[in-house]
């Protein structure tokens, strides 16, 4: 199976600061990751497909790059609405794998 | 609009089984795989199996084969999910989730979850 890490696993950020994010896979998925979003209590809701593609309707403060075994979900200035937790999640092979995922939360 | 809508929650006593669905509805409903993705309490997401809704094929992650069904109906554009020998570690909310038009695809829709509780 394909291991994917995140980092860091929790982080305290204020509104308007810049956030970074990382996930590392243990073997090579090409572009094939996607970040999601999910807020306490609800379901997850994708933000990112094919590592940098963003979603209808996400804004355009979160951006994603990478390609191989590393990549990253940048905020660049954090909303309210944006303390949640992240996770990223393979989809080159089966089983499909995730992340354990990054508390984001109000400093 | 695409919309995934789970049943209710469940209690169940160990070693039971569990059937939960994911009716799907705002596109053609034989065109996306659907996915079942599984959260226990505090947890991450782990992923359990997939359908093809045209032709009924399905893959399961290797821990829940032989106690874990996935099936659908086309005539009401819904998937179903059995769980059996149920556990208390089966505890968490279970998520249904469409795939992207792409064979390589992230999932663009998810299904409101279903708690399921194991205990008895």
């Known amino acids: 199976d394909i291991q994917m890490t995140q980092s860091p696993s929790s982080l305290s950020a204020s509104v308007g600061d810049r956030v970074t994010i990382t996930c590392r896979a243990s073997?090579?998925?090409?572009?094939?990751l996607a970040w999601i979003q999910q807020k306490s209590g609800e379901a997850p809701k994708s933000l990112i497909s094919?590592?940098?593609t963003l979603q209808s309707g996400v804004p355009s403060r979160f951006s994603g790059s990478g390609s191989g075994t590393d990549f990253t979900l940048t905020i660049s200035s954090l909303q309210p609405e944006d303390f949640a937790t992240y996770f990223c999640q393979q989809y080159t092979t089966y089983p499909i794998t995730f992340g354990q995922g990054t508390r984001l939360e109000i400093k | 609009q695409v919309q995934l809508v789970q049943s209710g929650a469940e209690v169940k006593r160990p070693g039971a089984s569990l059937k939960i669905s994911c009716k799907a509805s705002g596109y053609n409903f034989k065109i996306n795989y659907i996915h079942w993705v599984r959260q226990a309490p505090g947890q991450g997401l782990e992923w359990m199996a997939i359908?093809?809704?045209?032709?009924?094929?399905?893959d399961y992650a290797q821990k829940f084969q032989g106690r874990v069904a996935v099936t659908r109906d086309t005539s009401t554009s819904t998937v179903y999910m059995e769980v059996s020998s149920l556990r208390s570690d089966d505890t968490a909310v279970y998520y249904c989730?469409?795939?992207?038009?792409?064979?390589?695809?992230?999932?663009?829709?998810w299904g409101q979850g279903t708690l399921v509780t194991v205990s008895s």
């Open positions: 073997q090579d998925i090409s572009k094939y």
């Open positions: 094919d590592a940098s």
């Open positions: 989730a469409r795939q992207g038009d792409r064979y390589l695809d992230q999932f663009d829709y």
């Open positions: 359908i093809d809704p045209s032709g009924g094929s399905t």
